[in-house]
């Protein structure tokens, strides 16, 4: 048997400095102004073709704010009846937009940026559910235009060497995968976090960085069975996924609101086995153990920035070159990751406001 991880997952450009430029300077304009974005705008500085060209909020304030911060050319507020993105997008100088917003707006901003002709690169999770992801991908093929998930981890050197790794056979066949990612957010139903209207929960948030390591491992699973504590205010404050795989692999993954977990992560092989420790996410060391007696070691890595330069990079180099889609994070496994996701939120019992559209 060998192993089901599919070759598109692994980078072809591995060596490369991601702030090194790949061709033409793309002018980016940012939506929102959270965290999130600050850390974005944060990488996007390091790349030698790429240019702070605009960013878009509600408030007027925060954008002048944010574009003074990080050296924004343009800033836009609402205005009147206009959204702040709307304006952002009638700007004809803007080639690609990154979407920072809650989950349930994605679904209308990324629609406005590909009927605006803008390139896409929008925050996980994608959208609130698979009908709004598949709406969007249509859309985008329809206009021939740029669109990603922005699933950072998937382009982090010690994300691909794991795949690598597991991918490579040195492992034996690999039969289960065990991860988990937790942390106590305070709670509050407007934050963002756990405001239903916002699609807040676990699941939409952090699950998509424990699913993670199952499929780049051992690819979709044919089976999915979920738990886990659903709030007063319909939000899933942590789930437990298993998967199940027709070549007999599982998977368990934990995430969690509530509790501080570990956040390790364990691909076990007939050969051998692979942990990553620290942060599932971003991870520093992997440590691979061959057989009860053989082989031990860890390797390390290092980041350039806030680790988001290289899915940064991807984007980049995929609109300069006149891509679709990139190959390392193709659409399709961003449709089929919000289907396994619906079919959690069925099981658990949680709906959002998106789910009646």
């Known amino acids: 048997m060998t192993s089901p991880i599919a070759v598109p997952w692994l980078s072809g450009q591995p060596d ?3 702030r090194s430029a790949t061709g033409r300077t793309l002018r980016w304009g940012v939506i929102a102004t959270g965290s999130i974005a600050g850390a974005v705008a944060t990488d996007l500085t390091l790349l030698a073709d790429a240019e702070l060209y605009a960013v878009s909020s509600r408030s007027q304030e925060k954008a002048d704010e944010f574009a003074a911060k990080f050296g924004f050319a343009k800033a836009y507020g609402n205005d009147g009846g206009l959204h702040g993105y709307d304006r952002l997008l009638a700007d004809p100088a803007v080639d690609v937009v990154y979407v920072a917003s809650p989950h349930a707006q994605h679904y209308d901003i990324v629609q406005a940026a590909l009927n605006a002709g803008k390139h896409v690169l929008c925050e996980k999770a994608f959208t609130i559910n698979g009908r709004e992801a598949g709406e969007l991908i249509d859309l985008a093929r329809a206009r021939n235009l740029f669109l990603m998930e922005a699933v950072w981890s998937r382009f982090l050197p010690s994300m691909q060497r794991a795949f690598q790794i597991a991918a490579s056979g040195e492992l034996g066949d690999v039969h289960w995968v065990s991860a988990d990612l937790g ?14 209207e916002d699609g807040g929960g676990a699941l939409l948030d952090i699950t998509v960085y424990p699913l993670l390591w199952a499929l780049g491992t051992m690819g979709f699973p044919q089976t999915v069975s979920a738990s886990g ?59 691979v153990a061959i057989g009860w007696d053989g082989e031990r070691r860890t390797e390390t890595f290092e980041v350039a920035g806030k680790g988001y330069t290289y899915e940064l990079r991807e984007v980049t ?16 496994d961003t449709l089929a990751t919000m289907r396994l996701f619906d079919g959690v939120r069925a099981q658990l019992g949680t709906s959002y406001p998106n789910d009646q559209h």
């Not at 027709?246 to 942990?275: D, F, I, K």
């Not at 070159?321 to 390392?328: H, R």
Request: aromatic share 6%.
């Open 16 to 18: 490369q400095d991601p």
């Open 183 to 196: 942390f106590p957010a305070p709670y509050s139903p407007t934050a963002r976090l756990w405001a239903r």
């Open 229 to 287: 504590f659903v709030n007063d205010d319909g939000v899933d404050a942590q789930n437990a996924l298993t998967l199940g795989y027709n070549h007999g692999g599982q998977a368990q993954l934990t995430s969690s609101l509530l509790a501080l977990g570990p956040r390790t992560a364990t691909v076990a092989g007939s050969a051998g086995y692979l942990q990553a420790t620290g942060s599932i996410n971003n991870p520093r060391e992997l440590h």
């Open 317 to 332: 180099r995929c609109i300069q070159q006149g891509l679709m889609e990139s190959p390392v994070m193709p659409l399709e």
